[in-house]
């Protein structure tokens, strides 16, 4: 089954509400003005249900078949929340509010499933019931955990649950997958370290906070290098040393350090964790100083259930023709807690040549639409076809 006819139909709609949402970015739980827009479209569409307030700003629709014979359910899911980046693309659309950004197209994801959504509420051509779910804060918010600890999959008896996210640099409307670990759990740590601050044409009268950071950024390296099987998936990266001195002639008495570590299984990320704690203290004491350790764990390891990716890439081959192995991506996607909640799976579809998401010129295409939206329908269909 190719592209579906009524997509082509619904496509300039789908891009107008698209462009609108791109027009008009909101950042982590603050997505009043897209949650309202998404519960407008939902009711005007004819769902059965429409919820909002789920996850503090979250909603969602319940779109019933023609028939229920099966009893299944299926959750489909987008996000809706921006990034805060000035826009740098020059577009006739381009944001409305200098320093927010859809910068990872949820924008087109939100508009994907809204027209996913509607040709279900006009067809019902399916056997069960479907529950759409447009998710706020997925950039670092963790709006997909507190939809869960809301009690959606409860709420609303969801069995499975899938997630899409567009892919730059992939064909456009092609579709890749893979099954196990797919996205890196995502932790962050904070270092201070403390030693005697004095006066730089005096070093030997301080504990140098900035020589001895220095060394914990270094040391830290051989955590992937030498503590970990090479076979495995490991990064640590400092991205920030903060002295607390801006002076030419002060030696600082504390350094601030902080970073993200990214792995894929649990057994590496205790691992990290342990050795992250012993190299900064042990290194900061073997020059006399102190390193205290502030290690938080963030987004699980998103895992796709065996069964449901194969089920999610059957339908793309449907849509699309064909469905390729997906790489490891070591960045991370809350839908992990989705997937932790209930089986399902997670799919990256081609985006096209345009610039990398999180970039001040990336921006969603508008011709992937009609595929996005063929999945997200076809996966209804097929999981849950009519009698």
């Known amino acids: 089954m190719p592209i579906k006819n009524r997509f082509a139909e619904l496509h300039p709609e789908i891009t107008a509400w698209r462009r609108d949402l791109h027009e008009n970015p909101e950042l982590l739980f603050d997505t009043h003005r897209t949650s309202a827009f998404v519960e407008e479209k939902l009711e005007e569409f004819g769902c059965d249900e429409v919820v909002s307030g789920l996850g503090r700003t979250g909603v969602v629709g319940v779109i019933k078949g023609k028939s229920d014979t099966s009893g299944r359910v299926v959750g489909l899911r987008a996000d809706m929340d921006a990034l805060p980046i000035l826009e740098d693309t020059g577009l006739e659309y381009a944001s409305k509010t200098p320093g927010k950004m859809h910068a990872c197209g949820h924008d087109g994801h939100t508009a994907m499933l809204l027209g996913a959504a509607k040709y279900l509420?006009?067809?019902?051509?399916?056997?069960?019931?479907?529950?759409?779910?447009?998710?706020?804060?997925?950039?670092?918010?963790?709006?997909?955990?507190?939809m869960v600890e809301d009690g959606m999959m409860e709420k609303f008896g969801i069995q499975e649950v899938y997630g899409m996210h567009n892919w730059p640099g992939a064909p456009l409307g092609s579709f890749a997958i893979r099954p196990g670990a797919f996205f890196a759990a995502t932790d962050q740590f904070d270092i201070e370290v403390e030693g005697l601050g004095g006066h730089a044409a005096k070093p030997q009268e301080t504990i140098d906070t900035t020589l001895v950071a220095s060394h914990i950024v270094i040391a830290l390296q051989s955590i992937a290098s030498r503590n970990v099987d090479p076979i495995e998936q490991l990064v640590v990266s400092v991205t920030s040393f903060e002295t607390e001195s801006k002076a030419f002639n002060v030696i600082p008495q504390k350094v601030a350090l902080k970073g993200t570590v990214r792995t894929l299984n649990t057994a590496v990320q205790d691992l990290a964790q342990e050795r992250l704690t012993a190299i900064a203290e042990t290194t900061a004491k073997a020059f006399g100083a102190t390193a205290t350790v502030s290690y938080h764990r963030g987004y699980p390891v998103m895992v796709n259930a065996d069964t449901e990716t194969e089920y999610a890439a059957d339908v793309a081959k449907k849509v699309s023709g064909d469905c390729a192995e997906a790489p490891l991506v070591m960045g991370g996607e809350d839908f992990s807690f989705m997937l932790n909640a209930r089986p399902g799976a997670y799919i990256l579809m081609g985006n096209g040549d345009s610039a990398a998401v999180h970039h001040p010129k990336y921006n969603f295409n508008d011709d992937a639409i009609p595929a996005g939206c063929s999945w997200w329908a076809e996966m209804v269909e097929t999981r849950m076809p009519s009698n």
């Open 121 to 146: 509420s006009e067809t019902r051509n399916f056997d069960g019931t479907c529950v759409v779910i447009f998710q706020p804060a997925e950039e670092g918010g963790g709006g997909g955990r507190e």
